[in-house]
């Protein structure tokens, strides 16, 4: 069975999965690196924390722009479609998306109806971890930019937009398995359903 690869950001208006919303979401598909990206107009943007919209750059006016959650979902999930898979054969790779943005996915899918489709989840944070711990390095810092730097890469300007984090992740994605760390001890597998 073949993996079909993707790095996902999103950004949202806050840190509570059932509360705060995803207001974009970044997809690259790794086999092509073709890459979607979508705004999602906030349905609560009062609901947005300060900390949130300065952590993103923008404003609540900002999160009236966009489209709908369901044309987002339907238009990602078009987008996953093209591989031509099933769920047990994609792996989502992203940065602290294990304990992060994965739940706002589930979330997100979930208020529209949907399972999120992808089975298999690759969280770099722990993977960038495994490379320093291997090299020796004590390291305090993990975000995604820095762990860009501890392999030598320059992260790309922009950051806390998904467009760019997914950039930004993927090429940590690719240094780290060309630097012969394993990846498979970070693959995890979590099964989404709508409650």
Known sequence: MAINYYVVDTETTGLKSDYHEVTQISIIRCSDRKQLNKYIKAEFPNRATPQALEYTNRTIED???????????????????????TPEERCIIGHNIVNFDKKFLYQLWQDCGCVFPAN?????????????????????????????????????????????????????????????????????RFAHSVE
């Open 63 to 85: 999160l009236n722009k966009g489209g709908t959650k369901k044309e987002a979902v339907d238009i990602c999930n078009s987008f996953f479609d093209e591989d031509g898979g």
């Open 120 to 188: 298999l989840w690759l969280d770099t944070l722990p993977y960038i971890k495994d490379f320093a711990k291997q090299r020796g390095l004590d390291n305090k810092k993990f975000n995604l930019n820095s762990a860009l730097e501890i392999v030598g890469l320059k992260p790309k300007e922009g950051e806390h937009n998904a467009i760019t984090d997914t950039q930004n992740n993927y090429l940590l994605w690719d240094k780290l398995k060309k630097e012969g760390i394993s990846q498979l001890p970070h693959v995890k």
